[in-house]
């Protein structure tokens, strides 16, 4: 520490002298003109006269914070925790927060202990938030249900550091014993919100349960609310969650609103992170909403580490860590050097050492063995006896939703089988039990989801991530289900018996080991094929990941067959008059 | 919790009602027309359609959160806890962060102890910070010294929350072994500062050592200088040091600030708060400085709970403890009701109920016996065998400043005796070691304090609080010092053997047992006898009450003798040449 105190008074050189640069200072919100000093790995001196072992000239550019992802999960982007590093770090991102639930539902604690292992000793800091829905329902069939017991595990354990997001809102505001066993179990820590469309009394009794942020705010109407009730307010911009124009223009025409609002990312894909980059697509996007560029790098800084009390960063300050980004730039915000604690860990967009070390620990898989079911399995024959032509529940999908309307429709018999009818744009959905290995097997229809021939499998079904199948021939969705199988997990693309596209995802069923260049070839090979299968559907793959996800309404398919959250539960296949 | 939940979405009845006012919301920086529901303490609806047993028409009012004073000193205002309790609550305030250092001077952990116990079961949350000074030099004699084991003791008790303001920042920043200690005892605990005139590369090494805050800004550059190197700014409006009026420019021109800023009271006394009121002078004081009515609410209320991580107040927001102030307006800032978690603690700035119990407890005294000077022992001779006539050093005061400078001077010489010589105005300073009860005694001669006659005793005494007595001639002053011990503690003022007028403070020699009323009778008193001795100088008690405190240059006088902090320390009373 003495070599600290006396590097900051300029009696001796530090390690990093950052030069001839101007800085965002995130407590005044303005541009200051200072050279920068490290040591240690610390920030020990902001002003004139400083000396050190190695000086970088910043004339010219822009000195931010580190960015931090108040909210993402891993699982989403394709890769693991050291792939990511290695693609959002060059972007300037230096913490994220993520709520590893994915891997939770597939391979359960030791899913997340994986995972925390697996972010050690990266030039990112990850914070984990303890899964507080896993599974998301009674009617979802994860690894093991994670339970207040466990959550006080991974805290005491010191692999999370809050509560991810509690989803299951109603049992918040209903007092529901198991969840509060769980809000109870995070007392003291950072509980984490997940509130879509709540407000008034509701919202205000699920905010009593310790939940203190939100990022599934639609609409201004709906952050204001909860912004003034005390939440704060994430906007989030993922793949597919978009809520960045919506809610821009609150912030721009109140930036003290930045006090308590952040950007996070949610869920990524590689093809998303490709185009528009991390963090620091966020503050582009937002500055061209209107947002001002030092309130939109203060959403992507200074407000999560606040809100996470991470006090040690967020900011170009004394004492706190040398998590710095040199942009040419805020409003084009392109990386050109990155350090992180003091260390120059990337420039021009690419590590300058790859990171230490390999994916080579044993990654958790599926369980060896699971009982994949025979063709007749997945047939679906008319009742027997039946006195009139059979009705049946059908997911009607909608595009740019994850929302579904329960159906009910006359299916197509063909050889006395209930089929996939490309020409009425229905096709079959199989979900395959393989958390715990039973392979139990259930069968349902969607409608409007474009299926024109083939299928598609995949081990991304929210939240419990099964074997799930769509298609428009048995044959195809057998084909499928078999090699995602064989691969441990993937997305796969048949037609028959063909394979057009697969890509492996064996890391808990979720992730690639791929770096992020072969991770987004594969990916495009993916695309390709399915414009082969289902041309029209540019969002297949999402919404084919959702279609599992039991607590998003109307009618859904989860391993234990048709579930409707706002019909109260479970459906049978065959409409009952 | 159940209930509570029941009550937040309507279900049951509340408690309480607040009905028909507005309130501020320090979210969003608006008002807000609302009702507010609380049930067991607790905030736990805003909005319409509540009911409760009891409800308030607030119509016409303002709701505001109830105010918070980052930084006190108990001690200063005369009172004991539980007397200013009652005597601030009635005006808005529901939460005080005091820094017990000056008891912890005279009485050690005994004393430290005696106050929290004391705060226990009031209608004021009293978090206390743990003295990180005591004793504020080597030249003062403290009861005991203050460890880094005391520190960490008053943490694991519950007794402290926080380290109090850490006023030695040169060892700070130089790296002291017992002061890092402190700091390091302190770790992941807020660390309060004091840095007067404090700035560049000194200050940024002060920082490295976790203060995080600055009530010691006089300037607005150099509270801007301390804003952008991430410390929190403390406003302070004292009774003597008041920086209210050369701060308020730097929020009234960037309201943002209030994110980082609060207003304080540190030494307040028993007029002052008469005169201005507390926190909600602070409040009318700022807006008549153009800062608007919510940032200034912000700066005592939000600000200061979010500095201190109190994430419980600070806000009218659901699950927040409904400490709660009923304002006319926030402009006039008259508190008409105050609730303090719930319930109704006063009214038209008077306590609703006296609080319960009383000042029974033992408090600590001061040793039992010390062995007063007997008046030969005050008496100063010139050097024997001198050679030519001496010269003495002199502290010479300076109206409206606690620093003094250093004189030489030739002494006045009467019957062979260096005396007090009120035509010159030099009064005579003694000081009388009472803490460790050793009667050490000290005398100097002090320049431009303006006594006519008589003596002034006061067991007020920064930071050691001996027994102190300045006076015109010695008769007086030994009426004065024996008159004081009697007491065990206070202010005396006595002409020759009379004694004109006296206060006793007999908890810990700095507080009166006395209630606000008496207490403001009594220090008038204090004021009228202090006309006749000292009639030109309305500081005379401040000053006195500063002429000890070694820490603050240049000239000052402790148990131990003159000591000059600027010149390297100890001086002697004759100059030698």
Chains 1, 2 share one sequence.
Not at 104 to 130: K, V, W
Not at 167 to 178: K, Q
Not at 508 to 536: H, Q, V, W, Y
């Amino acid at each position: 520490m003495r070599e600290l105190l006396r590097a900051a008074r300029r009696e001796e050189p530090s390690d990093l002298l950052l030069k001839g640069g101007r800085f965002a200072n995130v407590f005044t919100m303005e541009y200051e003109t200072a050279d920068i000093a490290v040591k240690d790995g610390i920030i020990v001196g902001i002003g004139e006269g400083y000396e050190a072992a190695e000086v970088v000239d910043c004339s010219g550019g822009t000195i931010v914070p580190g960015f931090i992802d108040g909210h993402m999960h891993v699982e989403s982007t394709f890769m693991t925790p050291r792939n990511l590093a290695a693609t959002i770090v060059p972007l300037g991102t230096t913490t994220i927060m993520p709520d590893p639930h994915e891997i939770a539902n597939t391979c359960g604690m030791e899913g997340i202990r994986f995972m925390y292992a697996e972010s050690q000793g990266l030039p990112l800091d990850i914070y984990y938030g303890a899964p507080s829905c896993v599974p998301a329902s009674n009617f979802e069939t994860p690894r093991e249900m994670l339970t207040a017991k466990n959550i006080r595990e991974l805290f005491d354990e010191g692999i999370c550091t809050h509560l991810g997001e509690m989803m299951n809102y109603p049992d918040v505001y209903l007092g529901n014993r198991d969840v509060w066993s769980k809000l109870e179990a995070a007392k003291g820590k950072i509980i984490t919100g997940h509130a879509p469309q709540l407000e008034g009394a509701d919202l205000i009794a699920y905010i009593l349960g310790g939940p203190s942020c939100d990022h599934e705010c639609e609409s201004i109407e709906n952050a204001l609310e909860k912004l003034r009730l005390g939440m704060w307010l994430m906007v989030r911009q993922g793949a597919t969650a978009r809520n960045l124009t919506a809610l821009a223009p609150l912030i721009r025409e109140n930036e003290f609103l930045t006090t308590r609002a952040m950007a996070v990312s949610d869920d990524i894909s590689p093809d998303f992170i490709r185009q528009r980059g991390h963090m620091n697509g966020c503050i582009r996007e937002l500055i061209a909403e209107g947002v001002s560029p030092l309130a939109a790098l203060r959403m992507t800084t200074f407000s999560p580490a606040e809100y996470f009390q991470l006090f040690d960063r967020g900011a170009i300050a004394p004492g706190r860590i040398a998590d710095i980004v040199l942009l040419d730039t805020l409003e084009s915000c392109k990386a050109k050097k990155v350090w992180k604690r003091g260390n120059l860990v990337a420039e021009n967009g690419k590590l300058v050492l790859p990171i230490e070390g390999a994916d080579s620990r044993r990654f958790p898989g599926n369980k060896n063995s699971v009982p994949m079911p025979l063709l007749q399995e997945i047939e679906v024959r008319p009742p027997k006896n039946a006195i009139k032509a059979p009705r049946i529940n059908v997911i009607g999908t909608i595009r740019g939703q994850v929302i579904t309307k329960r159906l009910e429709m006359t299916p197509t018999v063909k050889d006395g089988l209930i089929t996939a009818d490309p020409d009425r744009d229905i096709a079959k959905l199989v979900v395959v039990e393989k958390n715990q290995g039973t392979g139990r097997t259930a069968v349902g229809f969607v409608h409007n989801y474009g299926m024109k021939r083939g299928a598609i499998a995949s081990s991304i079904a929210h939240d419990a991530h099964n074997y799930t199948c769509i298609g428009a021939d048995d044959t195809s969705i057998k084909k499928a289900l078999d090699t995602l199988y064989a691969m441990g997990g993937g997305i796969v693309l048949t037609d028959g018996d063909l394979v057009l596209a697969k890509l492996e995802l064996p890391v808990g069923g979720l992730m690639s080991t791929l770096p992020f260049d072969e991770l987004c070839a594969e990916t495009a090979k993916l695309a390709e094929a399915r414009k082969i299968l289902n041309p029209d559907n540019a969002e297949a793959f999402m919404q084919l990941s959702f279609l599992s996800l039991s607590v998003i309404p109307e009618l859904k398919l989860t391993d234990q067959g048709y579930c409707d959250i706002s019909a109260g539960g479970a459906q049978p296949l065959f409409v009952e008059d």
